[in-house]
């Protein structure tokens, strides 16, 4: 399938979620990434989930973060070019939801991409050769693009990966690991 034929497939499928389903799949998806050896770096970069799309609850994620001590970064987003401003998340960090409903930082520490050890990814869609399909803005693949080359590249899905996403372009950065509530795909 295309990513246009994805998107409209996955964003229907969330939007027939509950929320009691999203709160017990986000769990599930947290206790799986317990399992991958991505424990031992620093920096972890995490999205805040945007409730009104149904995106993964990564509350339960930043526990885990916050519990084991490490640099949790998240990021504000810049419409007009497609960019985005990473600051590192602490207990004098203000919050508030921008355009689309995105809960950001109002300001910050700022913490540049080459810092990231571990990035969590949203999307709609992912293919088992760890292609991905998000909101078709690119502001991850600009992102990612400017992660150092071994930072560890984990998508969170509540549902499983599709054969083949037929139209994906250089540009396109795939995923290390996708993670659903069920297992994890290693790429």
């Known amino acids: ?14 939007k027939g979620l509950t929320e009691n389903q999203i709160e017990a799949l986000s769990l599930a998806i947290s206790n799986q990434l317990l399992k991958l050896p991505i424990w031992e770096y620093s ?3 995490i999205f805040l989930s945007i409730e009104e799309l149904k995106e ?16 949790i970064l998240i990021s504000k987003s810049h ?14 960090t203000v919050i508030r939801k921008g355009r689309y409903n995105i809960p ?8 540049k991409e080459d810092q990231m050890d571990v990035v969590f990814i949203p999307l709609l869609a992912f293919d088992k050769q760890g292609n991905r ?38 540009g396109d950065i795939g995923l290390d690991y996708c993670v659903t ?7």
Request: aromatic share 14%; hydrophobic share 35%.
């Open 1 to 14: 399938m295309t990513k246009n034929e994805l998107r409209k497939k996955y964003k229907l499928l969330r």
């Open 43 to 45: 920096f972890y970069h």
């Open 56 to 71: 993964v609850n990564t509350d339960f994620i930043l526990n885990i973060l916050a519990g084991k001590d490490k640099n």
């Open 79 to 92: 419409m007009e070019t497609g960019t985005m401003t990473h600051y590192l998340l602490t207990d004098n």
């Open 104 to 111: 950001e930082p109002v300001d910050g520490i700022e913490i």
């Open 133 to 170: 399909v998000g909101y078709g803005k690119g502001f991850y693949d600009k992102f990612l693009a400017n992660c150092k080359p071994e930072t560890i590249k984990i998508g969170l899905s509540f549902f499983e990966a599709e054969d083949e996403i037929t139209d994906v372009f250089d």
């Open 181 to 187: 509530p069920q297992r994890i795909f290693k790429f």
